[in-house]
Every structure is written in C-alpha cells, then in structure tokens.
C-alpha cells in the first residue's frame, strides 16, 4: 500500500530550473532514507541524490554534485529534488524511491538498496 507520487518534471532549456517533488504515502516517511534516480533508454538507472531518514546528511552523483539539491520536508512526507543549470544530459525519467531499511546510517546510492518506487517524471532539457 505504500505510494510514492512525482511531480514537477517538464520541458526547460538549458540552464534552466526545475524542482520535482515525491509524496510518499502508507509507509512511516520519517524513518527511512530517501533517494532520487534516472533513467534514459538503453541505460542503466543512474543515482542522482539521496538524503538520510533524519535528513542530516546527503549524497549526490558526481554529474549533479553542485547543480541538484535533495531534500525532504516530513510534516509533509515529501521528498524534493531541486535541480539548477539544467543541460541536456539531464534529460531523463526521474525517479523517487524509499529505502528498505529503518534508520539507516549512512545514505544508500545503489537502486539494490531500494524497494519501494515512484512511477516517475519526465525531464527534457533542451539545448
């Protein structure tokens, strides 16, 4: 029963802005990592941020460090991706997703870490 919702994708030119934001629903949101993740055709999904259940620490994929900010607001069980300097690389569905493991230490970066997922949003970047 546990749902995770994305919104905010779209279409932006390059340099531009966009925030997605994941309401998480049937699941106690404050006691779990949560994390953001892309995918192109004939990739592999890539990890793009993560953010600890206490929202203490973070951790980004080295093509967003310093461009993507993660963060989570949990009186509203929502998790946001802002994203500034958008380019075309970016372009991708992107994902949100909930850790399988209670009050985890450090912030999970592999999808295996992962079990619960939204459907995703798309976001187009063009040139």
């Known amino acids: 029963q546990v749902q995770l919702v994305e919104s905010g994708g779209g279409l932006v030119q390059a340099g531009g802005s966009l925030r997605l934001s994941c309401a998480v629903s049937?699941?106690?949101?404050?006691?779990?990592?949560m994390g953001w993740f892309r995918q192109t055709p004939g990739k592999e999904r890539e990890f793009v941020a993560g953010?600890?259940?206490?929202?203490?620490?973070?951790w980004y994929g080295d093509s967003v460090r310093g461009r993507f900010t993660i963060s989570r607001d949990n009186a509203k069980d929502t998790v946001y991706l802002r994203m500034i300097n958008l380019r075309p690389e970016d372009t991708a569905v992107y994902y949100c997703?909930?850790?399988?493991?209670?009050?985890?230490?450090?912030?999970?970066?592999?999808?295996?870490?992962?079990?619960?997922w939204g459907q995703g949003t798309r976001v187009t970047v063009g040139s």
């Open positions: 049937g699941r106690t949101f404050s006691r779990y990592a």
């Open positions: 953010i600890k259940w206490s929202g203490g620490s973070t």
């Open positions: 997703a909930m850790d399988a493991v209670l009050f985890r230490s450090e912030v999970p970066t592999l999808e295996t870490q992962y079990n619960y």
